[in-house]
């Protein structure tokens, strides 16, 4: 299947990225650090071509570089239960991101579905780990990231 420019932006968990642009990201890290100078010496330390690095290097980056500044919308799964919905609030408070909008279906057989518009500013924490730290809680069942503008 022929893929043509589109201008869409995915958001997906690591382990669905394709290896050669994790190391594209590798790459371009150790660049950025100033660990190493040049193209070749990156390309070479993780094992990728330099026209890989060439072909991904403009579209492929960590979720959380680009977040900052930005809204994103979450959408979480949670069980029905008393305080799980301020859990889920107080992390995204202590990660220090702005909540915009809040909106909670009515739970249907004990499970309810929550949309977040969350404003992710300069002073905010990594976006990832907060999505993790809100993932990890007793009865959330799943958070997803939808998009971010």
Partial sequence: MEKKETG???VLKEKAVPDVLLRVVEAKRLLDSG????VQEATEKVGISRSSFYKYKDDIFPFHETAK???????VQLDDEPGLLSVVLKTIADFHANILTIHQSIPINGIASLTLSVDVLPQTGDVAEMVDH???QLGIHYVKILGRE
């Fill in 8 to 10: 869409q932006y995915f």
């Fill in 69 to 75: 500044g930005r809204t994103i919308t979450i959408v």
């Fill in 35 to 38: 660990k190493l100078t040049s």
């Fill in 134 to 136: 809100i993932e990890r």
